[in-house]
């Protein structure tokens, strides 16, 4: 058998590992190699029923969600699985898969895109939202290989399931136990709330977590893997060699993920990128189909619950859904007598004991001693009724689950825009740009619709280092905006250019922070101290305009007036004009004194009037 990687063949770079590194690396290496014994030994798995698949995302119509809405009202037995993606910190939840068994010949699987879903706020999250809670409620079997609550503990940043009044079969546990003990029948073992192993992945709750030297016994009650389950019921393989992979890619061809550069290992292949995520989906569909069938395998008698019963057996205790009501009303009481035992062997006992019955309750024997054991069972007219009074029963809502505090509803939106923010398409395609600081978002935007460019309305301005970030919605977009917004997109010029410079205060903001360095640098220049010149005299601002127009910024009044200009070619400006250059201060005048475009302007200080 050759193989990549084997632990009989160690790569140098192994041994400049760390011990942790060293561990991963074996384990990661034994499920490759168990994987490979599984492929070549057994044919592959496919599923015995028809699939009908239908992906939930953004891109999904609302008649789509209703239809689905109408099917969950009539199924009443579900397959769940979730796929996480491991970033460097923690796992992230990307798909949902929910199988409806409509019978064993006929199911539909729905696969929930995480990172691609609507708005929490659109309509079509709200339907997304009511359909989960139509299937997580109603008395519905949800079966799993591993705890519910496991499953979704990556998604509760979403606020789309919350797990109502169900019956939850933890397949795993059933079958595990069965395995490893099998004198203790499935039915009779069950435990619906019983969360003993933490088991959010089939391939993460293995023999891999031991070292080489320990081995793992047949009955030392560990969990065991869906791909060893199936191997064993089945002699199918079961492809686990994608268990860890890019579940946030998208797997639907119809979001176009695959036009970007992720599985390719050189350059972009467009055939490799399709391939994987069909590779993906694929594995997606047999981790709930297997499952389904190995249910079936294990409860046999379970299959006939798709079927209209008119009478029901006497000795079951199960409630089965009718749709129309019979004519029976009284309630059945019989007495099953069994006085009369016959031996029988340790193999006819152990063929017994095969799950073979439908029952979802523990079944209490009797000592043999009591020959007599009373039954009550309902007839279909009452199980009629209680259908009926589920029916009526609304739909769970927000209101009926744990009402969270203002901060942990704020921090749960805060989890989700990062979120959308590192991996939505939206948020993927960005564009930075130098901006001159007069820019805000009303004129960024405006800007951007005149030249026809659509954004993701996701911009952000960096005052600190005078830079725009612009989210533009695809890749198409973004090359297109490339092209026309220049490295002067938002420069001082354009800015001139589309909206002018006769803002006056803007005009005064330019000014301050250009004089205050002439004034800075002078004042530094001539040691002078600069709180006694420019804190206490200066109480005005004098700026000339492009268009020779020039305006005072009154500090105390906060008001701008108009001046006239006046013309000078004294000596005097001369001689401020070589030593100041632009700003000179006179302290025993209390007066500023501007030398601007061969004009001397003389400003009184205190009241802000121009002297000369």
């Not at 029923?49 to 809405?69: A, G, K, P, R």
């Not at 796992?91 to 010949?105: D, E, M, P, V, Y």
């Not at 978002?441 to 030249?451: G, V």
């Not at 005078?466 to 533009?472: A, K, N, R």
């Amino acid at each position: 058998m050759s193989l990549k990687r084997s632990l009989s063949n160690l790569p140098d770079f192994y041994f400049k590992l760390n011990t942790k590194q060293k561990r991963n690396y074996r384990k990661n290496t034994r499920k490759i190699e168990r994987n490979e014994e599984y492929k070549e030994q057994h044919p592959p798995f496919h599923a015995s029923s028809n699939i009908d698949v239908i992906h939930i995302h953004y891109q999904s119509t609302i008649t789509m969600i209703d239809e689905l809405i109408i099917k969950a009202k009539q199924t009443k037995r579900y397959v769940v699985d979730t796929e996480s993606e491991r970033n460097k910190h923690e796992k992230q939840g990307a798909l949902i898969q929910i199988q409806f068994i409509h019978s064993i010949h006929h199911s539909t699987i729905i696969l929930i895109e995480t990172n691609y879903l609507p708005n929490s706020q659109s309509i079509l999250f709200k339907k997304i939202k009511e359909l989960c809670a139509i299937i997580f409620s109603n008395n519905n079997e949800i079966i799993s290989w591993g705890p519910i609550n496991d499953e979704f503990k990556h998604f509760n940043h979403l606020d789309l399931i919350h797990i109502g009044k169900i019956v939850d079969t933890n397949l795993q546990f059933l079958f595990s136990d069965q395995y490893n003990n099998p004198n203790a029948h499935p039915e009779r073992e069950r435990r619906d709330d019983l969360q003993m192993y933490d088991t959010h992945d089939d391939n993460e709750i293995t023999d891999d977590d031991y070292d080489d030297k320990y081995q793992v016994q047949n009955n030392s009650s560990q969990p065991i893997s869906l791909q060893k389950a199936i191997a064993t019921t089945f002699s199918k393989f079961i492809d686990k060699s994608l268990t860890v992979n890019y579940w946030q890619c998208g797997l639907d061809l119809n979001l176009n993920t695959w036009k970007n550069k992720l599985f390719s290992r050189y350059e972009y292949n467009q055939q490799i990128e399709q391939q994987q995520r069909t590779a993906m989906k694929q594995y997606a569909i047999n981790d709930c189909t297997a499952v389904a069938e190995l249910f079936f395998h294990m409860y046999p008698l379970k299959a006939n619950d798709f079927q209209i019963q008119s009478t029901p057996s006497l000795a079951s205790t199960q409630t089965t859904t009718i749709l129309t009501p019979p004519a029976t009303t009284s309630t059945n009481i019989s007495f099953n007598l069994d006085d009369d035992l016959s031996n029988i062997s340790e193999d006819d006992l152990i063929e017994l004991l095969k799950p073979k019955f439908n029952q979802k309750e523990e079944i209490f024997h009797q000592p043999h001693h009591q020959s007599n054991e009373l039954i009550i069972t309902t007839t279909a007219r009452e199980i009629y009724e209680y259908n009926q009074q589920l029916e009526q029963q609304p739909l769970p809502t927000s209101s009926s689950t744990t009402r969270l505090s203002k901060s942990e509803k704020q921090r749960q939106k805060n989890m989700k825009l990062k979120w959308k923010q590192k991996y939505h398409p939206n948020f993927q395609h960005k564009i930075k740009r130098p901006i001159y600081y007069k820019y805000d978002y009303r004129k960024i935007r405006a800007q951007l619709c005149d030249d026809n460019i659509y954004t993701s309305h996701q911009i952000a301005i960096n005052r600190k280092y005078s830079e725009v970030v612009i989210g533009l919605k695809s890749q198409q977009e973004l090359e297109r905006a490339t092209k026309i917004m220049k490295i002067n997109y938002f420069s001082k010029n354009q800015y001139i250019e589309r909206w002018g410079s006769n803002d006056k205060w803007h005009l005064c903001i330019e000014l301050i922070e250009h004089l205050s360095k002439k004034i800075i640098s002078y004042i530094h220049a001539k040691s002078i101290p600069s709180s006694r010149l420019f804190m206490k005299f200066l109480t005005g601002l004098v700026y000339r305009s492009s268009t020779s127009t020039s305006y005072l910024l009154d500090w105390k009044n906060k008001t701008i007036a108009e001046l006239t200009i006046l013309n000078s070619n004294s000596s005097t400006t001369n001689v401020i004009y070589s030593q100041i250059q632009i700003v000179l201060f006179k302290q025993h005048i209390n007066s500023l004194l501007i030398y601007d475009n061969n004009t001397l302007l003389i400003i009184d200080s205190r009241t802000g009037d121009l002297i000369n």
